[in-house]
C-alpha cells in the first residue's frame, strides 16, 4: 500500500478532530475512501448518498484530476498522491 493525503474542506474538519488533512494507506481511490470512512464513520453522511455514490454537491480529486469524469473510483494511486474534497456550497 501506498501513503496517501486526503485534504478535507473547513465544513468537515470538526468530524475530524480539526485536521485539514489525513494521511492514508491505500492503493486506489476507493480503498482510500473506505479507509477515511473506516477511521472516521460521522463523514459518510456528508460524503456518500444513499447509494454509496459521492454525493451530487462533493467533488473528489486525486492530484488535479476530477475524478468526476473519470470511468470510476477504482483509480490507482501513487506514493505520495493527494486527493482532495471538496463541497460545493451555495448561498445567496
Not at 10 to 31: F, H, K, Q
Not at 49 to 66: A, I, K, M
Request: glycine share 6%; with cysteine.
Amino acid at each position: 500500500m501506498v501513503q496517501v493525503t486526503v485534504e478535507l474542506p473547513s465544513m468537515l474538519r470538526s468530524i475530524v478532530g480539526g485536521e485539514p488533512a489525513i494521511v492514508l494507506e491505500a492503493d486506489s481511490l476507493s480503498e482510500a475512501l473506505r479507509a477515511l470512512i473506516t477511521r472516521h464513520q460521522t463523514l459518510a453522511v456528508h460524503l456518500f448518498d444513499e447509494s454509496g455514490n459521492l454525493r451530487q454537491h462533493v467533488l473528489c480529486f486525486v492530484n488535479q484530476t476530477n475524478t468526476r469524469w473519470l470511468n470510476s473510483d477504482d483509480v490507482s494511486l501513487s506514493e505520495g498522491d493527494t486527493i482532495t474534497i471538496l463541497q460545493a456550497v451555495s448561498g445567496g
